[in-house]
């Protein structure tokens, strides 16, 4: 039970749906089975930001996986903001000054800052097509670096990386990884991906899953078996 209660903390479920009466079901059909949940782009833009608000108040932990990008002064006031909504974890590109100007911005506060290494969607040849010299596990691994010097709670990357980029960050950052799929799943739009218990093997923190639960049949039934997964991992 000690260990179920554990992964429970370490499952993020990705409510990537297109409307909030969606996510609301799911979070309904879920119940107390799970506790942490992400709010990407899609969500964000239809009432995200209220149902962030709304899971905060109800004792859930949300990560806003919104990727700030941009000037310095406009990630800074962005992340001010993320701070006042009360929410547990929050990406950033991991590009070196937009991950400065994120730490200062979040400084004193409890927001846990992530920096995005490379897009689980993406392989060596298309970050060759989009300009990038370097291949996936060199980029990753420098972005990582990066990361931990400026500050960062920390890191996303594919879970087949995540053991490598844990020696980087050391044990204490946090490692949280998407494009998991338990044995048999579907693979999807992700190129990089692995199963719960391998992803925990390798170091991840924190797992994030989203189509394996929310496009099932049965939610809970769902969660449950990535659960148990990982808790016998």
Request: proline fraction near 3%; charged fraction near 25%.
């Amino acid at each position: 039970m000690v260990v179920q209660d554990e992964m429970r903390d370490r499952l993020i479920v990705g409510l990537d749906v297109p409307t909030l009466s969606d996510a609301e079901q799911v979070v309904h059909t879920l119940g107390g089975a799970v506790g942490f949940y992400k709010i990407g782009y899609q969500l964000a833009y239809a009432g995200g930001f209220e149902l962030a608000r709304d899971l905060i108040e109800d004792g859930k932990k949300v990560f806003l996986d919104l990727k700030m990008l941009d000037i310095d002064n406009t990630v800074a006031r962005g992340v001010e903001s993320v701070v006042r909504l009360g929410v547990n974890m929050l990406t950033i590109h991991a590009y070196p000054k937009a991950m400065r100007a994120a730490v200062d911005a979040a400084r004193g506060s409890d927001l846990c800052l992530l920096g995005v290494t490379v897009l689980t969607s993406m392989d060596d040849s298309d970050l060759a097509e989009a300009g990038y010299a370097e291949d996936a596990a060199t980029l990753t691994a420098r972005r990582a670096g990066q990361a931990r010097e400026t500050g960062m709670g920390g890191i996303v990357c594919a879970a087949p990386e995540a053991a490598r980029l844990r020696a980087i960050v050391g044990p204490k950052m946090a490692v949280v990884t998407p494009g998991i799929r338990p044995a048999g799943a579907d693979a999807g739009d992700q190129k990089r991906i692995a199963t719960p218990a391998d992803a925990l093997r390798a170091g991840a923190s924190h797992l994030v899953v989203a189509r394996p639960v929310v496009a099932a049949s049965d939610h809970r039934a769902a969660a449950a078996a990535i659960l148990e997964e990982m808790a016998a991992a």
